[in-house]
């Protein structure tokens, strides 16, 4: 399991690393709906599968749904004004970082013990909603 940690934290480092190159064009909402579309499938992965080739593509996706996501964060924040950065951003930490991190491991280890592997199932249903509700402002690149 370590190098499959590893590896999604490699994914991460890489996608950092070119996202400049990589999502020049995108606004906020295109990465915050390719971030939905790799959680879904990420989650779904991991619910479908146990073989290892499969985790492998699951850890890669993780990429996708965390670094992703924080770009399109970071682009929505940026493209904010005077005290709504400030705002945006300690909201951002406390709930990203902290609070809903606290919150779905509790959910998600109750739901494992009932339901074992079919947990992951739910988490592919917890993202799926991300696909449509994404701010409706644009924000610059």
Not at 1 to 28: D, P
Not at 35 to 55: F, K, N, Q, Y
Not at 59 to 85: N, P
Request: aromatic fraction near 12%; charge should be positive; proline fraction near 2%.
């Amino acid at each position: 399991m370590g190098y499959l940690w590893s590896l999604g934290v490699v994914a991460e480092v890489i996608i950092f690393a070119l996202s400049k190159k990589l999502f020049r064009r995108f606004g906020a909402r295109d990465l915050l709906l390719l971030s939905a579309v790799c959680g879904v499938a990420r989650w779904g992965i991991m619910g479908w599968t146990t073989e290892l080739p499969w985790l492998i593509v699951a850890q890669i996706l993780h990429c996708g749904t965390f670094t992703v996501c924080h770009l399109a964060a970071m682009r929505y924040i940026a493209a904010r004004e005077g005290g709504d950065v400030i705002r945006l951003q300690a909201v951002y930490s406390a709930v990203a970082m902290g609070g809903s991190i606290a919150v779905m491991t509790v959910f998600a280890g109750f739901l494992y013990q009932h339901l074992g592997h079919g947990v992951f199932w739910v988490m592919a249903l917890v993202a799926l909603p991300a696909m449509f509700i994404r701010p409706k402002v644009a924000a610059r690149a």
